[in-house]
């Protein structure tokens, strides 16, 4: 089955490379090439979002931190390539960029930015409960829809972001537009020749090294552009014993095939190998005697030996994209699309020091230390096809997402004292936790009509209807170690509507119901009957209104949301009696607003904040994870190549369990990042130089962001804290 899919995909690609092929052996040199904007906010370029953001002749458009679209129908923060590249370090995450939005929480990495992985919750919607695509493919774990923030697109080949706060229209795909989307987009090709080599050097002997080729508009070639960006970084890290290397090679081809055809190819490779234990934090008591930034050491005798925790990480993604108009007013955007991730595992058995030395493979008396191997190992293919229509009465989308996947996952028991098997479970095989295979297959046709109700109001009504199959075949099942073979099959229909109204050139407002879900994941499987667990998928209805503003040195956007989730899974029984069933729900509620107002001179003043309710239905209580408010405050500067800003991003308290617990609640915290920048532009063969200097956590605040529950004991409870501070200096030219 495996093959026959990927055979698809190749069959697939091949259509499209024939069909390029054959448009360039026409007259397609000789026209003039129109780039074919797609109409849907989730396939946006990056250039296209500026569009749409900007008015024209504003002083604030390139400086506002984060700002909506007059045209937005939901809750949105649109951040551009000028403040990922003047005001986030280049070792940052996707994360560490989203985290300057309203209701964004944590966004730290406990080894430094961008040196290990971090979360990021969205009006307390955790990871796993909203999407995250790249130039609009969704993309994300199988077992649920989690993300590695570290793996296939750092902050320094990120040409934008789109944070939308809502599941959108039915045009935006995902398997958890429960809680939003953040959309990260491609860079821009550049349309002239440009050799741009680059280097940083930090804190913690951090180093980059790389370079970025722009080959321009290649005449000879119909116009075609490409980019290719290749780098490494290296690092110690902040905690102990845990360096990190990191490899990314990122390639973009766009060829204008006739007037109106254009072809983008598009694939990026990223290896990370880092010594970290595979479940992260420290004890209080760890904290005492080793300090905030522990995590390994070289003990050989000890579960958080260092070469005993490692991991290599392999990811790609590539897609296909064919673009055009059709005649007879429709367009076509299809985008064919495979990734992968191959994560190998090697641990301690417990980071925490919860579970005492001893394996089954030792010999009588010895105290061997234990620990294992996880595998998570998967490929994702998919085609996604847009088409569209202006017709008189409005704007018609519709559409169809396909997708598959193919998952390897085991945990092998490791004796590390004698790099053996561990033979420690009940049955055999003894060494095997467990070891699964799973698959999926899913499709969603959608429908929207932008409706131009008048000059200056539009009403978008939607559907879209979602099939997914999941499947598991284990030989060992995870959680019963039993054979299980088994596959389920959820299904919902998602009805949509948005509006906005232009009140005039400067000011529109908006309005969204719609609802959202979230399919359930493979861990429903990991129980002795999984046809007695039968749960529909979490849903949320979306209400939300908002306003937005922009005029020449002043952008300000502001909205309410209530959102009713329901569905919520639970679970009754206990080992391989569990079941899974659905349970009430929760109630987010909340407000958010932003505004930059540019003060002259090239200062401006950015703030932005969101007070976040998230209560069970059941209880009333503030679920656990869900920070009760957010803001950021900051002061920027650009003029005449000089530039830099300071900017301040507060968390509010939260709870790290449910019932609101007193001893598990973490304070609100606040983290103050500054950069400082000069852009020299030359004459001669080195058209422009850069130089750049970072500090992350200015005033070395080490509060506690997280709390990990420990079911052998407070004790053995595992916090995360923000890193001590740091610093970069980086220099960049460009030939």
């Known amino acids: 089955m495996k093959n026959n899919k990927q055979q698809l995909v190749l069959s697939a690609m091949s259509a499209h490379v024939l069909m390029a092929l054959a448009l360039m052996s026409g007259d397609a040199g000789a026209q003039n090439s129109t780039d074919i904007v797609p109409e849907s906010n989730t396939a946006l370029d990056a250039e296209a979002i500026k569009s749409r953001v900007v008015v024209t002749g504003s002083n604030i458009a390139n400086r506002a931190p984060v700002q909506a679209s007059l045209q937005a129908t939901q809750p949105q923060s649109v951040i551009t390539a000028t403040f990922i590249e003047q005001a986030v370090t280049p070792l940052a995450d996707f994360n560490a960029v989203a985290r300057i939005a309203p209701s964004i929480g944590s966004g730290i990495s406990a080894n430094g930015p961008g040196l290990g992985e971090s979360k990021v919750t969205l009006r307390g919607f955790q990871d796993g409960e909203y999407n995250i695509t790249y130039d609009g493919i969704p993309f994300g774990d199988t077992n649920n829809p989690t993300h590695h923030s570290t793996s296939y697109f750092p902050a320094r080949i990120i040409g934008g972001m789109v944070i939308e706060r809502g599941p959108g229209n039915a045009s935006n795909l995902g398997q958890a ?28 002997n951090t180093k980059i090294l790389g370079a970025e080729v722009d080959s321009g508009a290649l005449a000879g070639f119909h116009d075609a552009r490409m980019m290719f960006n290749a780098s490494r970084l290296t690092s110690d890290g902040y905690q102990t014993y845990s360096g990190v290397t990191e490899d990314n090679y990122q390639f973009k081809f766009q060829v204008p095939l006739a ?57 790609d993604f590539e897609y296909i994209r064919l673009q055009s108009k059709l005649g007879g007013g429709w367009a076509l955007d299809n985008t064919l699309y495979t990734y992968a991730y191959d994560n190998n595992t090697f641990s301690g058995q417990d980071a925490s020091g919860a579970t005492a030395n001893g394996t089954k493979a030792a ?73 699964q295979k799973s698959s999926w297959t899913q499709y969603q046709p959608f429908v929207e009509f932008e409706w131009a109700v008048a000059p200056a109001w539009t009403v978008t009504p939607g559907v879209k209807y979602v099939n997914f199959k999941r499947s598991l075949d284990a030989a060992v099942n995870q959680g019963t170690r039993i054979a299980t073979n ?46 007695l667990s039968t749960p529909k998928p979490q849903t949320s209805t979306n209400y939300q209104l908002g306003t937005v503003h922009q005029s020449q040195n002043l952008t300000l956007d502001a909205d309410i949301y209530y959102i009713d989730f329901n569905n919520k899974i639970a679970s009754t029984g206990t080992g391989n009696d569990l079941v ?50 957010t803001s950021a405050l900051g002061l920027l500067y650009k003029d005449h190549g000089l530039y830099g800003s300071l900017i301040a991003k507060n968390v509010g308290s939260q709870y790290a369990k449910d019932g609101e617990p007193a001893a598990y609640q973490l304070g609100a915290y606040t983290v103050a ?23 992350n956590n200015l005033f070395d605040k080490q509060d506690a962001t997280s709390i990990s529950p420990n079911s052998k004991g407070v004790a053995f409870d595992q916090y995360t804290f923000v890193p001590e501070r740091s610093w970069t200096l980086s220099l960049s030219a460009d030939f």
């Open 673 to 695: 990042d500054f950069t400082l920048g000069y852009r020299w532009r030359l004459n001669g063969p080195v058209k422009a130089v850069k130089a750049q200097v970072g500090v």
């Open 177 to 204: 537009t429960f809680g939003g989307s953040i959309n990260l987009y491609s860079k821009e090709l550049a349309q002239d020749f440009r050799f741009s080599p680059y280097a940083t050097y930090g804190s913690w």
């Open 259 to 315: 007037a109106d055809t254009t072809l983008t190819l598009f694939s990026t490779y990223n290896k990370i190998h880092s010594y970290v234990p595979d479940k992260g934090g420290v004890t209080l008591s760890q904290v005492a005697q080793f300090g905030k930034n522990y995590s390994l050491n070289n003990d050989p005798a000890s579960q958080n030996y260092y070469a005993y925790n490692y991991n290599d990480k392999r990811t």
């Open 486 to 531: 088994a596959d389920q099959t959820y299904n919902t229909t998602l009805p949509f509507l948005t509006a906005n109204y232009a009140i005039n050139g400067n000011w529109s407002a908006y309005a969204q119901t719609a609802r959202g879900f979230l399919v359930p994941d493979l861990s429903m499987f990991y129980v002795n009957n999984p046809n």
């Open 580 to 629: 899974y069933y659905n349970q009430g729900g929760v109630v987010y509620k909340g407000i958010e607003a932003s505004a930059t107002w540019y003060l002259g001179h090239g200062y401006s003043l950015h703030a932005n904040g969101s007070l976040n309710k998230a209560e069970a239905k059941d209880t009333g209580l503030q679920i656990s994870k869900v920070p009760k408010s």
């Open 363 to 435: 010999a009588a008396g010895n105290k061997d230390v234990p620990g294992y191997n996880k595998l998570n190992s998967y490929r994702v293919n998919g085609d996604i096809v847009k088409l569209t229509n202006r017709l008189q009465a409005g704007l018609l989308r519709a559409g169809l997402w396909l997708e598959t996947s193919n998952t390897n996952r085991h945990i092998y028991d490791l004796d590390w004292t004698l790099n053996a098997p561990n033979p420690k479970e009940a049955s055999a095989p003894k060494n095997v936790s467990y070891e």
